[in-house]
């Protein structure tokens, strides 16, 4: 996982680069989000948790990227947000499908 997390790095690094969205420049985390492959969308996370979107028509399984073990998979309703559990200390850098 850490070669996908450098390359979704590197691009939302071209994107701040290149110029900003039509409302103003957007944040890394923006970037990386709009170029998140699959149905599963990093929405936000603060201490202990982490909230997935599902922006796919049918139901998943999906889990955060973190350093060290990544969280259990949960399921995700179609087009539902749902809460992840992370460990003390974790920053999860995107969602992906499991």
Same mark, same amino acid.
């Given at each position: @996982?850490?070669?996908?997390?450098? !390359?979704?790095?590197?691009?939302?690094?071209? @994107?701040?680069?290149? +110029?900003?969205?039509?409302?103003?420049?957007?944040?890394?985390?923006?970037?990386? %989000?709009?170029?998140?492959?699959?149905?599963?969308?990093?929405?936000?996370? +603060?201490?202990?948790?982490?909230?997935?979107?599902?922006?796919?028509?049918?139901? !998943?399984?999906?889990?955060?990227?973190?350093?060290?073990?990544?969280?259990?998979?949960? %399921?995700?309703?179609?087009?539902?947000?749902?809460?992840?559990?992370?460990?003390?200390?974790?920053?999860?850098?995107?969602?992906?499908?499991?």
């Amino acid at each position: @996982m850490t070669r996908l997390r450098s !390359v979704l790095a590197a691009i939302a690094a071209a @994107m701040l680069i290149t +110029g900003g969205t039509a409302a103003g420049t957007a944040t890394a985390a923006e970037a990386a %989000q709009a170029r998140e492959p699959g149905c599963a969308h990093l929405l936000g996370y +603060g201490s202990g948790w982490a909230d997935i979107y599902n922006e796919c028509g049918h139901t !998943v399984f999906a889990t955060v990227e973190v350093d060290g073990f990544d969280p259990p998979c949960i %399921q995700i309703g179609p087009g539902a947000v749902a809460t992840i559990g992370l460990e003390p200390g974790d920053v999860p850098y995107y969602a992906y499908e499991c």
